[in-house]
């Protein structure tokens, strides 16, 4: 288990950007997968991107395939969400989320964040 804590979200126009942060705590978060997952009222809980423990691995969701980039700096125990040419879609709650094996299923991720907020005007 590790302690995540999500940063970054707010309110932005359709077309800007966000960058959201996930802060771990402990020391093993070098060793976990990280994904980012969002929520939006009404909707299931969608992996939208995944980063291996290295960071040589990333995988997108087709959705945000493009106009998303995730990264990870193990030597500040943090991984990132860069939100490009965002759309009223992408309005949902962020989640941070770590696993022992590459996936994108959400039960096998152990360790979740609290969440933050994203909203897109159009």
């Known amino acids: 288990q590790v302690l995540l804590v999500e940063s970054g979200g707010g309110l932005v126009q359709a077309g800007g950007s966000l960058r959201l942060s996930c802060a771990a705590s402990g020391r093993t978060f070098s060793s976990y997968n990280m994904g980012w997952f969002r929520q939006a009222p009404g909707k299931e809980r969608e992996c939208v991107a995944t980063i291996s423990w290295s960071g040589g691995y990333t995988n997108y969701a087709d959705s945000v395939k493009g106009r998303f980039t995730i990264s990870r700096d193990n030597a500040k125990n943090t991984v990132y969400l860069q939100m490009n040419s965002l759309k009223p879609e992408d309005t949902a709650v962020y989640y941070c989320?770590?696993?022992?094996?590459?996936?994108?299923?959400?039960?096998?991720?152990?360790?979740w964040g609290q969440g933050t907020q994203v909203t897109v005007s159009s």
């Open positions: 989320a770590a696993s022992n094996t590459w996936t994108t299923v959400r039960g096998d991720f152990h360790s």
